[in-house]
């Protein structure tokens, strides 16, 4: 019997659930002693005078096989859909396509999926990279291998104190003088900026890209993961080994 890989995927993680859910009950189960034990007693008094008490008894409400056999119901499933799914893993390929052009043929599905993790991981990198300032015109500069701007000047100024007579001196009182600051060209500063980052269409153009592959590898997974896979059984064998009696 065959179905669809997809098909196989889609209900490992309920199977595994299912499975780990009776091992664990299981696993509770045996730990709780007075499950597994019981008792019968009788009492005879030692004459036929003595007093008569009733017997008393316990009966066992778990046994260790019943327990295992629930635990192995719930791992076969599991253990078989888990195996359908590798085994048919190991055949199901598809091209990764860009338009017409093949960029990777026959990618296994499982390097499908690391590719898909990878390729976050790299949008979120380029997402991320410095672009140039937009209120700044770039020029590439060859020599430097960087971008640079054109050299623009501004002027340094220094405060050069000024003398403000408010009142000349006389012969009865000195002058009166206010002490102020001027604002004194003294220098040019020409200044060129440089910058490693990228423009910012490049960035674009990147995570264009990236959008592309990306697309490209979900879609050459959705392929592989139509391929037919068949069923397999080995929970039983494996599992029925172990606990054979």
């Not at 066992?60 to 719930?74: M, Y």
């Not at 990764?96 to 790299?122: C, H, M, N, W």
């Not at 960087?146 to 003398?163: G, I, L, Q």
């Not at 440089?194 to 592309?212: D, I």
Request: proline share 5%; aromatic share 8%.
């Amino acid at each position: 019997m065959t179905t669809r890989l997809s098909q196989v995927v889609a209900v490992e993680k309920t199977r595994k659930t299912e499975a780990y859910g009776a091992l664990t009950a299981a696993h509770h189960e045996v730990q709780k002693s007075p499950l597994l034990t019981g008792i019968s007693r009788t009492y005879r008094p030692r004459d036929e005078e003595g007093e008569q008490l009733p017997a008393e008894a316990t009966r066992v409400q778990l046994r260790a096989d019943d327990a295992i056999n629930r635990a192995l119901a719930g791992l076969m499933p599991f253990y078989d859909v888990t195996a359908t799914k590798d085994w048919a893993n190991c055949s199901a390929r598809a091209d990764i396509r860009i338009g017409d052009q093949v960029l990777l043929a026959q990618v296994p599905v499982t390097y499908l999926l690391f590719l898909e993790k990878q390729l976050q991981s790299l949008h979120t990198f380029v997402d991320k990279l410095p672009v140039l300032d937009p209120s700044e015109q770039w020029q590439w500069d060859e020599q430097a291998g960087v971008w640079r701007t054109a050299a623009y000047e501004t002027v340094r100024s220094k405060k050069v104190p000024r003398n403000h007579v408010k009142a000349p001196a006389t012969d009865k009182h000195p002058a009166q003088v206010d002490v102020y600051f001027e604002d004194v060209p003294v220098g040019t500063w020409t200044t060129v900026k440089f910058s490693g980052a990228l423009p910012a269409t490049r960035r674009q153009e990147l995570l264009g890209r990236l959008q592309v592959v990306r697309d490209a590898v979900k879609y050459a997974r959705e392929e592989a993961n139509s391929a037919e896979a068949t069923n397999q059984r080995p929970g039983a064998t494996l599992l029925n080994y172990l606990f054979a009696a």
